[in-house]
C-alpha cells in the first residue's frame, strides 16, 4: 500500500536541503534515488521545512533514510525530523 511521509523538520532550510540533495546525486528535475519514492517535494514554513514523500511502501521508505539520507541530513547539519507521520494512501493517480 502506498504511503505518505510527512516529515517536519524545525530550524532546517532550504539550502541545507539543496546541500544534501547535491551530496545524494539529485540535481535539478530529478528522479529521486530511493526505490518506490513516487513524488517528493519540500517547502519553507515559518519555523523550518516540511518534506512530503510518496512512496510505494513503508518499510523501503524507512531504510533508505537510515542508510542512505540519515548519513548525509546530518553531515550538512539537518537536525532529525521534530515530527513524522506515516499516513496511508487509498488512492493516486500519476501522469504517466
Request: aromatic share 8%; with cysteine.
Amino acid at each position: 500500500m502506498a504511503i505518505v511521509v510527512q516529515q517536519k523538520l524545525t530550524g532546517s532550510t532550504l539550502e541545507q536541503h539543496d546541500q544534501a540533495v547535491a551530496k545524494l546525486g539529485m540535481v535539478g528535475e530529478w528522479p529521486h534515488i530511493a526505490p518506490g519514492v513516487l513524488f517528493h517535494y519540500i517547502v519553507a514554513t515559518d519555523d523550518g521545512v516540511e518534506i512530503i514523500d510518496i512512496c510505494t511502501a513503508r518499510g523501503g521508505f524507512e531504510t533508505f533514510a537510515q542508510e542512505i539520507i540519515v548519513p548525509v541530513t546530518e553531515e550538512v547539519g539537518i537536525a532529525p525530523p521534530t515530527s513524522v507521520e506515516f499516513i496511508d494512501v487509498h488512492n493516486y493517480n500519476t501522469a504517466g
